[in-house]
């Protein structure tokens, strides 16, 4: 029985040396093919998520943000008491562009912000700047004004309010409140508000033209 035995093993040596190469091949074919595919089917969500590669750098890159845009003082729901003289304007626009102040007519360089039931309100940085002058008190004929410094050479001016937030030289964002409504004694008649003037390169813009607009537009709205 060995001896027979040991005859077959002897006459398929070569046999079975072949089936021996053919089966560990297919065994490392498969190792290789299983873990080739392997970070595929990771990223497919089989390895319990998808495999994020951080940048070079190491820092997690930083979206555009949009450019900045003109807001409005107030927050609140509002009536506009003083509108910007334009002689463009219906005649309406232009009979409350003029303000009375007892011996003479002024007119009105920018717009006049009040809440529906003339009470007061917190009053907002309209664009990014640097503050550059606060005056006035609330006895004065306009209350407080701060005048504020933006980029391509505007500036924005608000005055009648009855207290100040900022100081000269603070650098400040968009909706950052900068004081609260008062009254002007030039302005009876516009009640509680605040005045907004918005100028470039001594040019007085409408700020209703403004709302919405990034800096770069207003050269478009400036007459």
Do not use: C, W
């Amino acid at each position: 029985m060995n001896n027979n035995f040991k005859n077959f093993l002897k006459e398929k040596k070569d046999l079975l040396i072949f089936i021996g190469v053919l089966i560990v091949t297919f065994i490392s074919v498969i190792s290789i093919a299983s873990f080739a595919t392997k970070p595929d089917e990771e990223a497919a969500g089989g390895g319990g998520g998808v495999i994020v590669t951080p940048p070079k750098d190491g820092n997690t890159p930083i979206e555009p943000q949009p450019a900045p845009t003109f807001n409005l003082p107030i927050r609140e729901s509002y009536v506009v008491t003083r509108e910007f003289f334009d002689l463009d304007g219906d005649a309406s626009v232009l009979a409350n562009a003029v303000m009375n102040k007892g011996t003479m007519f002024v007119e009105s360089k920018g717009i006049s912000f009040s809440k529906e039931n003339n009470s007061v309100f917190d009053v907002y940085n309209v664009f990014p700047g640097e503050v550059t002058n606060v005056s006035g008190n609330d006895e004065s004929l306009e209350g407080y004004t701060v005048t504020i410094k933006h980029e391509n050479d505007v500036t924005s001016v608000y005055s009648s309010l009855s207290s100040v937030n900022v100081n000269i030289g603070d650098k400040i964002d968009s909706n950052v409140k900068i004081g609260v409504s008062g009254t002007s004694i030039n302005d009876l008649d516009a009640g509680i508000h605040v005045h907004l003037e918005i100028i470039q390169n001594d040019i007085y813009i409408n700020p209703k033209n403004t709302i919405g607009k990034e800096i770069s537009e207003l050269a478009s709205v400036v007459k």
